[in-house]
């Protein structure tokens, strides 16, 4: 199931997240805070998330924009008992196969449940469409469904984070991004957007970004550089750090 990637690119992924519990504000979605770590720690880019209804159009239309894109399409929720989980349904419509009660799935939910409790809402789980392997889960043992590049993992989070951990080791990896943070308090955006623009641009190869926020002691401010190049990202800290430092003694004057 591993893929490779064109030359030095990193895997690129998006993630798109299925429910309408997430679109009405009922469910927060903790997943794709996850998912976006877990892929950072290993060298894969996410470059986009999305959120969909559970409706069988929105999901194809979207599965088949975003695969057609990224090396790699993450989606969450939608693939237990209930009528409205219908995402491995819409993974078989946009894929263009076939879709039924797959004998392994079956045999990894009699794990779990006995012959009588194992009813027609339950066996809902074991539709797998056609050609995908399977992703095992530990915890509740119906299982996610990989096909082509197309990862389909369930949305309560404890079991997504359980497949993660099998997927993980399968997907092209590359160099980690490596982080660095400039405290900035003090120092009001305003004053060092300028200075930060321009070590962005002679820093090639670092994304920076600065990030407000607001707290009971005040607004704090800190920038954050990203790179897989450790001594271009130590280069463009301290000149961040440097810049900082300037501008807080000027402001203390």
Same mark, same amino acid.
């Given at each position: ?16 997240? /299925? @429910?309408?519990?997430? =679109?009405?504000? +009922? ?7 996850? &998912? $976006?770590?877990? !892929?950072?720690? /290993? @060298?894969?880019?996410? =470059?986009?998330? +999305? ?7 929105? &999901? $194809?239309?979207? !599965? ?190």
């Amino acid at each position: 199931m591993a893929q490779e990637t064109a030359g030095d690119r990193p895997a690129s992924a998006a993630i798109l997240v /299925i @429910g309408d519990e997430i =679109l009405s504000g +009922r469910t927060q979605d903790v997943n794709t805070s996850y &998912i $976006a770590n877990y !892929l950072a720690q /290993i @060298g894969v880019d996410l =470059l986009e998330a +999305r959120i969909v209804p559970d409706d069988m159009d929105a &999901i $194809a239309e979207a !599965l088949n924009a975003l695969r057609a894109r990224y090396t790699y399409v993450f989606t969450t929720g939608g693939i237990g008992p209930t009528h409205d989980d219908i995402t491995a349904d819409a993974v078989a419509h946009a894929f263009g196969v076939e879709i039924g009660e797959d004998p392994r799935a079956i045999a990894l939910l009699r794990e779990r449940f006995s012959e009588g409790e194992l009813n027609a809402a339950r066996r809902r789980m074991a539709r797998i469409p056609k050609g995908a392997e399977l992703i095992f889960n530990a915890i509740s043992k119906a299982p996610g469904f990989w096909i082509g590049n197309v990862i389909v993992m369930a949305g309560v989070p404890m079991i997504m984070q359980n497949m993660m951990d099998v997927i993980g080791p399968l997907l092209a990896a590359g160099p980690p991004v490596l982080v660095e943070t400039v405290e900035a308090d003090g120092v009001p955006e305003g004053a060092y957007a300028e200075g930060l623009a321009a070590i962005a641009r002679h820093h090639e190869g670092v994304s920076v970004g600065s990030y407000p926020a607001f707290t009971s002691a005040g607004i704090r401010n800190q920038i954050v550089l990203r790179s897989r190049d450790a001594a271009l990202l130590s280069c463009a800290t301290e000149a961040a750090r440097a810049m900082i430092e300037s501008l807080s003694k000027e402001l203390a004057r």
